[in-house]
């Protein structure tokens, strides 16, 4: 049985302060005009009514990190025999990201197919997950951009959260979702909240209906697979794209990095960053062959890749959580969802007889 | 890198090899006493220089940029130098707005012959740079704002 | 990589103040290096012995070299680690000498600072790639500019080497200055008659093909293969019909043109042969006078001319020269005196420069050989001549010494009392410049023999009085003023940089100095030759210069060629700029900055890239700044040569 | 917008001998527009142009080389197309320009600040002073003022300055010449504290190169040193040093080309105010050469080309 709390607006900061004391907590607040998730900071405003311009992806994938550290030592006797010390470098600690969106969280669990295979898991990515709680704040209110209901999700989705904070009159209603975000409410600050969850499932309900009408992505899959070879349907959708890597970078479900070693005198680091299907050097082949030359390409193995070949592999599940980043982020205006309900409804020419 | 402490700062020299970089080898010829700051990299020509180089070696940390060609119209190859003139000049405005002091860069011309100048040069730009300090240092990525917070919780 | 890194004592050059032993031990934990020492003198014979040894020993496949400057010694560790069997480019080195041992005497900070341009070279050799020559056929020709006499010693040279010449002259005859002077000083023999006979020579050999009226329009290409286009001027007379009989001259109605070859002492006819002895003794009609061409009316020189040769439709014609190597002789011209108010500004007409004195001395000259002032024709009795005129006088821009005004002003003034037993000359002069042979005893017998008053100071005004001049100086030798009455006024004027000197030099790719003086490729060492392969000097082009010395020029810069044509292919410089055709994208930025025209569009797939012409390329790296996303990139100082060098300086 | 009409006509006629027409179109929400890629009759009824029509097209020519493309230019868009045929980046014959009188776009920045945080939005309506926004149930009016993009208002090209096709009447050029306050207002500012600024404001970078690849100079596409190893200018860790650097490169590269479009920081996804740096650098360029860039398509960008005397260079002082 999950356990439900019950904060009042006010605490909000005074909580996280607390929580501070033992963990790495973020929070969304504003640099500049982008409202990021940062480091908790009690003298910054933190601002949850709308979404974070970008998720809270950096805490458990970030950016760039160090993943070894290496040096080289010469022996002596013979200097051109060379020894390198290499030092893995596993992220310790735990963090809480606090006002994440349903959509944010559930971004990681499809991560968690990809790096945590039982096969080969991502020692790096394993450690920050593992640590990594989530307290989701459901949406009150819905963005054009909005989508969540499309990919099997909804405002109130607690998927891949440790706690759901439902925003409620004067506060907010927490509800444990996982053993460890259990173990998070336990402040004096919270007090129980069983008597506000009527409440709180209205505002869900509510919300839930004020969400663009769905639309049935079951065909997706399978349809993406029938325009793949048509380039002229690739070329259409994507002649307004840019290449730049805006849409992947701000989106909570993709995954992908960049392996690189810099070296400065005798030490050295192997760094992986994010990388993006965007971009021509993506798949450049050490030969100069390039095997998606065009944007037209890339645009569709993004597309692809979110709306057909992973749910292909990992049960039907679209790795796509909906959160429209990538649509209020384009700096060409690229609505992915147009793109895939044109494949789905694309009607091939009847071959003449 | 080495930098003798409280003694020397990180002073770099791009110069042209045919004129400058000869100016430098004639001063040292004659024995023109200078400071020891500056680290001099050799290039054919001051045309050769991309800005950016500059702009990289600040980033890098360094504590002046000093770059030295041949003369206008001594250029052996004839153009080089107007065209750094123009890109040098404009990088040379264009610093201040990243909040570094102009002083930091300077171009200046030196023939192969003018080793006193050279001597001159040296000098008074490396007393410009310790008038100036230390430049300013980029926190590195293990200070951006994310992971600076995240040390100081661990 | 395996490099080996060599500290040279260089004795106590730069074991005195730096401690080379630890530079060694310093570079020995850096990376990619695998041997370290400190060695005496690492450029005698036994030092190079260390490195090729080292090299075998240690399999080392770069060396980095710590001592004097790259530019004494570079190419001489170049051969040594080729002789080891390494790629000469496998190299680098670090000047510890006039950089840092020279300059400074604390050893500590000499010390470290040498530990970093160890650094800094090894950190570059780590991006170093071994670079070949590529070998190219050269055409066997040369372009000789100018036909005064540096341009015919040159050509003649050449001619007689067996090479073909093409002299190109700007005026309708060769000869240049020396064809308008009387006598030589110091031997004051007929200039005319030394020369002239050369010029036939010009002329009558086989391998000289003479463009005389013609100008450089257009040169590209390099060393081995120029291509240069000619424009032959218009003068409208078919030179291949006429035999230069000079009947035109004579019915010509039009006698009111500038005679330029008499330095406008005198008029003559808008058709004419600018002296008996040119060559080549062709016609020309000059445009601006000529009635015909000004107002269609005439026509009397084509209705005399025995041959038929008149044209007036003519137009400019262009050709186009293959050579492999250029000779500039394009010589110099007069300072435009009149800038000189204190002399009248050219307001009086008995002051007149050394140039028209000397047609006036001369036989074939307008005068007949006769000393007349221009303004009444009377003989004159007092001579007085000025010197420096336009030379060694900073307020009009011309700091420097001509040079031989000192030795034509003595031997002007003693012609003068060869011409005028009568006359007294008087000479003002700030120093007497007389460093050549026979030179100094020439000014003496002006003086002593010919009574030549020397006066040493300088000439503050001149102004008429009556139908002469008086002369007003500063006699500094007796610290008083004088003033000398003068019938005419010799200015000794300077010489200048030849008008357009500065358009060829850049059609050439030379550079020239403030003045437009071409800059000879080393001040001692290069004296005729450019920066560029393949382009000499010879002459007063390259600064003033009296007969002898323009000769010797001559020579030289033929010797050069027939030197550089010994070869019958060229090995081309491999630091040139490459163009990575996968990073181009054709946008031609390099092609527009590009001093060199070395860049050229290629098609590449339906594609336009830039590519460099290897041979062209002389290898500033311009492109390379250029290029913004480092395409061109100068080999041997690539960007990541460069940049290794700044991250081994400052790494944050 | 007026001569929305006109502008289709005139499309209309010229599309059978065109492969594709770059315009606008209403994008995801009323409040913006999207660049629309006329290819056939059907696809210019959905064109729009108006105060969203942010984008500049010129983008979009230099991949499109080959092609006969017709595209819409704002004036300030125009400029992009004579810089990219000025160098050869695109034919002439080859680009049909339809222009129009451009009485500004927004600053999307602007409106999201002044709206505050809303929802969804319903509907916009226009008026010639005035924005009236439905959102989140509510209708807030604000002045177009407010919210259109800083460079429109010191805007000295509102009508395209090369066309082959002009719709409506041309506008004269804002009163106002100066639009450089904030560069202004920055360059009072502290060295020191211009130093922070930079390194709080990098810091937030994602490297997603938005403001590279909506730049229309910035023609070297896949080959940026941004992310190669040859030449290595940068490396792919996350530092504000690299992300900085950059904008450097981005900056200077730009220099006498660079339009000042704004493209870069609106496509900015972290609102990183990038065009500063080419405010400035142009500032400078003005002042030194008397250049501004995208005018006259037979200039040389000041930087590929030299005088032997420089007016307004005085390197001998130092």
């Not at chain 3, 041997?35 to 005496?40: G, K, V």
């Not at chain 3, 100086?473 to 007796?478: C, F, I, R, S």
Request: hydrophobic share 35%; with cysteine; net charge neutral.
């Amino acid at each position: 049985m999950a356990k439900v709390q019950f904060i009042k607006s006010a605490d909000v900061k005074p909580w996280l302060a607390e929580l501070a004391k033992e963990h790495r907590v973020f929070a969304p607040s504003y640099d500049g005009e982008a409202l990021l998730f940062r480091p908790f900071d009690p003298e910054q405003e933190i601002v949850l009514d709308r979404a974070a311009t970008m998720p809270p992806k950096k805490t458990i994938f970030p950016q760039s990190e160090k993943l070894v550290d290496f040096t080289y030592s010469k022996d002596p006797e013979n200097l051109s025999r060379i020894k390198i010390d290499a030092k893995a470098n596993l992220p310790e600690g735990s963090t809480v990201v606090f006002g994440s969106r349903p959509c944010d969280a559930r971004g990681f669990t499809m991560f968690d197919r990809v790096y945590l295979s039982d096969k080969n898991p991502d020692i790096y990515y394993q450690a920050r997950r593992k640590n990594t709680l989530f307290i989701t704040l459901a949406c009150r209110t819905i963005e054009n951009t909005c989508f969540c209901n499309w990919v099997d999700s909804d405002p109130c989705d607690p998927t891949g959260s440790d706690v759901l904070a439902i925003p409620v009159n004067d506060g907010y209603l927490l509800e444990s979702v996982s053993e460890q975000g259990e173990k998070l409410l336990n402040s004096k600050l919270l007090a129980d909240g069983s008597s506000r969850r009527a409440e709180a499932e209205k505002i869900c309900q509510e919300i839930a209906g004020s969400i663009n009408n769905t639309k049935d992505l079951t065909l997706a899959p399978e349809k993406l697979l029938a325009v793949f070879d048509n380039m002229e349907f690739w070329e259409e959708v994507s002649a307004k794209c840019l290449s730049c890597g805006a849409c992947t970078y701000l989106c909570p479900s993709c995954y992908c990095f960049n392996i690189t070693d810099e070296t400065t005198g005798m030490k050295g680091k192997r760094l992986r960053s994010w990388d993006n299907c965007m971009s021509a050097q993506f798949t450049m082949e050490a030969s100069g062959h390039n095997p998606r030359p065009t944007k037209a390409h890339r645009l569709k193995n993004r597309v692809g890749h979110k709306f057909s070949y992973y749910p292909t592999i990992h049960g039907g599940v679209i790795s796509c959580c909906g959160c429209g980043r990538c649509i209020k982020s384009c700096p060409a205006g690229i609505d992915i969802r147009e793109i895939v309900l044109k494949a789905i409804d694309f009607v091939p020419a009847a071959v003449e007889e | 890198m080495p930098v003798l402490k409280g003694k020397e700062l990180r002073i770099v020299g791009f110069l042209c090899n045919w004129c400058s970089y000869g100016g430098a080898d004639t001063a040292g010829v004659g024995r023109f006493n200078q400071p020891t700051d500056l680290r001099i990299i050799r290039v054919p020509c001051s045309g050769r220089i991309d800005p950016l180089f500059i702009m990289k070696t600040l980033m890098n940390g360094a504590d002046g940029v000093l770059v030295s060609g041949c003369h206008p119209r001594d250029c052996h190859y004839a153009e080089g130098n107007f065209y750094a003139r123009r890109r040098l000049e404009v990088l040379h405005r264009f610093l201040p707005i990243l909040g570094f002091e102009p002083g930091r860069f300077e171009y200046t011309w030196v023939s192969a012959s003018e080793g006193q100048r050279w001597q001159q040069v040296v000098t008074r730009f490396t007393e410009q740079i310790h008038k100036l300090g230390p430049a300013p240092k980029i926190a590195g990525p293990e200070a951006s704002a994310t992971l600076r917070q995240m040390e100081a919780v661990l | 990589m395996k490099i080996g890194v060599f500290v040279c004592h260089c004795g106590s050059n730069i074991e005195g103040t730096v401690d080379t032993a630890a530079v060694a031990a310093a570079a020995r934990e850096f990376p990619g290096v695998a041997f370290a020492t400190d060695t005496m003198y690492t450029c005698s014979e036994p030092g190079q012995e260390e490195i090729v040894n080292a090299i075998k020993e240690h399999q080392l496949d770069g060396v980095v070299v710590a001592s004097c400057t790259p530019r004494m010694h570079e190419q001489t560790f170049r051969r040594t680690v080729e002789r080891a069997g390494l790629n000469r480019y496998l190299f680098e080195m670090a000047n510890i000498r006039e950089h840092v041992s020279w300059i400074g005497k604390d050893r500590e900070a000499n010390t470290n600072k040498a530990t970093d341009l160890v650094r800094m070279a090894a950190s570059k050799l780590l991006h170093n790639r071994p670079l070949l020559s590529k070998q190219f056929d050269i055409n066997k020709r040369v372009l000789i500019i100018g036909g005064g006499v540096a341009g015919i010693q040159a050509a003649l040279d050449c001619a007689e080497g067996g090479l073909e010449v093409v002299l190109v002259e700007k005026t309708t005859t060769i000869g240049g200055k020396m064809a308008k002077l009387d006598k030589t000083f110091p031997t004051v023999d007929c200039s005319c008659c030394i020369l002239g006979p050369r010029m036939v020579d010009v002329a009558q050999h086989p391998n000289i093909t003479l463009y005389a009226y013609s100008e450089i329009e257009e040169v590209s290409g390099y060393v081995g293969n120029f291509d240069v286009k000619v424009k032959k001027k218009a003068t409208y007379v078919d030179w291949d019909k006429c035999t230069g009989c000079g009947i035109c001259m004579t019915k010509c109605p039009s006698k009111k043109a500038t005679d330029y070859f008499n330095e406008g002492i005198g008029k003559t006819t808008a058709i004419n042969i600018p002296f008996p002895q040119a060559i080549p003794k062709k016609a020309k009609i000059d445009a601006d006078f000529c009635m015909k061409l000004q107002k269609g009316k005439c026509g009397i020189c084509a209705k005399v001319c025995p041959s038929g040769c008149i044209d007036f439709t003519q137009q400019d014609e262009f050709v186009t020269e293959k050579v492999g190597a250029i000779v500039a002789a394009t010589g110099f011209d007069l300072f435009d005196w009149t800038v000189y108010g204190e002399y009248g500004g050219g307001r009086y007409p008995d002051v007149i420069t050394s140039l028209q004195y000397e047609r006036m001395l001369s036989a074939s000259g307008p005068t007949g050989g006769h000393i007349k002032r221009p303004s009444d024709g009377k003989e004159p009795k007092n001579v007085v001549f000025i010197q420096c005129v336009g030379s060694r006088d900073k307020s009009v821009g011309r700091p420097y010494c001509t040079g031989f005004c000192c030795m034509y002003t003595a031997k002007q003034a003693i012609l003068t009392k060869d011409h005028l037993p009568e006359s007294q000359t008087y000479v003002f002069y700030m120093d007497i410049r007389a460093t050549g042979k026979n030179y100094d005893e020439f000014t003496r017998r002006a003086m002593e023999e010919y009574n030549a008053k020397y006066i040493r100071g300088r000439v503050s005004m001149i102004y008429p009085k009556g139908d002469s001049l008086l002369v007003r100086g500063a006699d500094t030798l007796m610290g008083t003023q004088v003033e000398v009455d003068a019938d005419l006024v010799v200015l000794a004027v300077g010489a200048e940089a030849a008008a357009g000197a500065a358009g060829l030099a850049e059609k050439l790719r030379i550079s020239y100095d403030s003045y437009g003086f071409y800059m000879e490729g080393h001040p001692k060492l290069k004296p005729v030759e450019t920066n560029t392969a393949g382009v000499y000097l010879a002459g007063s082009c390259q600064g003033p210069k009296d007969i002898p010395s323009s000769v010797a020029q001559g020579s030289a810069a033929a010797s050069k060629v027939l030197g550089l044509f010994s070869k019958d292919k060229l090995a081309s410089d491999p630091q040139v700029s490459v163009v990575d055709i996968k990073r181009c994208i054709g946008c031609g930025k390099c092609m527009k900055t590009c001093p060199f025209g070395a860049i050229k569009e290629i098609d590449f797939r339906g594609m336009k890239k830039a590519e460099v012409i290897e041979t062209v390329c002389q290898g500033c790296g311009i492109c390379t700044s250029t290029c913004p996303q480092g395409a061109a990139q100068l080999q041997h100082f690539t960007d990541n040569q460069i940049l290794s060098e700044v991250n081994a300086l400052c790494q944050f | 917008m007026k001569y929305q009409q006109e502008l289709k006509d005139s499309i209309r006629k010229a599309l059978p001998g065109l492969d594709v027409v770059i315009a606008w179109s209403a994008g995801y929400d009323p409040l913006h527009a999207t660049p629309h890629f006329i290819r056939r009759e059907e696809d210019i009824d959905r064109l729009e142009i108006g105060p969203f029509s942010v984008h500049n097209l010129a983008t979009y020519l230099p991949g499109l080389r080959g092609k006969k493309v017709g595209i819409v230019v704002k004036g300030c868009d125009s400029r992009s197309v004579i810089e990219l045929l000025q160098e050869n980046l695109i034919n002439r014959e080859d680009v049909t320009i339809f222009g129009f009188p451009c009485t500004g776009v927004v600053d999307q920045t602007k409106i999201r600040k002044a709206l505050g945080h809303t929802g969804k939005v319903d509907f916009c309506q226009i008026a010639s002073q005035t924005v009236v926004i439905g959102a989140g149930g509510e209708e807030h009016k604000l002045r177009l003022s407010k919210v259109l993009a800083d460079k429109c208002f010191s805007c000295q090209y509102p009508n395209a300055l090369i066309s082959d096709h002009f719709v409506g009447e041309k506008i004269s050029p804002s009163a106002q010449t100066e639009g450089g306050d904030d560069l202004e207002a920055f360059e009072n500012m502290p060295l020191p504290e211009r130093f922070a600024f930079w390194q709080k404001e990098m810091d937030r970078c994602i490297r997603c190169y938005a403001c590279r690849n909506a730049c229309p100079m910035c023609v070297c596409r896949d080959h940026c040193l941004a992310e190669s190893r040859d030449p290595h200018w940068l490396s792919q860790e996350d530092s504000v040093r690299d992300k900085w650097m950059f904008q450097l490169i981005h900056a200077y590269h730009l220099a006498g080309r660079c339009t000042e479009c704004g493209e870069c920081q609106r496509a900015c996804p972290m609102d990183i105010p990038l065009l500063l740096l080419k405010k400035k650098m142009n500032k400078e360029i003005k002042e030194l050469f008397q250049y501004e860039a995208g005018v006259d398509p037979e200039a040389t960008p000041p930087l590929l080309s030299f005088k032997m005397e420089e007016e307004n260079i005085k390197e001998r002082e130092w």
